[in-house]
């Protein structure tokens, strides 16, 4: 699924005239908010890994939203959906963490990654 996803994509860029970087990369979160900036790049969900803390009591719902997607359940039912997570995320990804006292803003939750495959278009070389 994650593969023919990224054909999509290239496929996608390829049209509007671009070609495309494609590379797996991760994001660390660690406080209750967190803004990535996706600007041109399309990012494909695929895996969380789960604070320890979490992966014992469950304790943090994380939503993850982007204005082509969106998904949210708590750390540990996303861990469970292995690779098979799959959002494609444009132009801005936000992180937002709620712990079981509700939402807290600016302030610390145990430190977990998102996984994400990254799209980067980039200018087609005119070959002479």
């Known amino acids: 699924m994650i593969a023919r996803l990224v054909e999509l994509e290239q496929a996608r860029y390829k049209a509007l005239g671009y070609d495309t ?3 797996p990369c991760s994001v660390s979160v660690g406080k209750t908010l967190k803004i990535i900036n996706a600007s041109n790049d399309t990012y494909i ?3 969380i890994r789960a604070s ?3 992966m014992l009591d469950d304790a ?3 939503c993850i939203s982007s204005p082509t997607d969106c998904i949210q359940a708590t750390q ?3 861990a469970t959906l292995g690779t ?3 959002r494609l995320l444009r132009n801005y990804i936000i992180v937002k963490t709620v712990s079981r006292d509700g939402y807290q803003p600016d302030s610390s939750t145990p430190l977990f990654r998102l996984d994400f495959i ?3 278009p980039i200018k087609k ?3 002479k």
Do not use: A
């Open 125 to 127: 070389r005119v070959s």
């Open 60 to 62: 943090n719902e994380v």
């Open 76 to 78: 540990q039912q996303l």
């Open 118 to 120: 990254r799209i980067s």
């Open 52 to 54: 320890n803390n979490d």
């Open 84 to 86: 098979s997570v799959n």
């Open 21 to 23: 970087v494609v590379t």
């Open 45 to 47: 969900l695929t895996g």
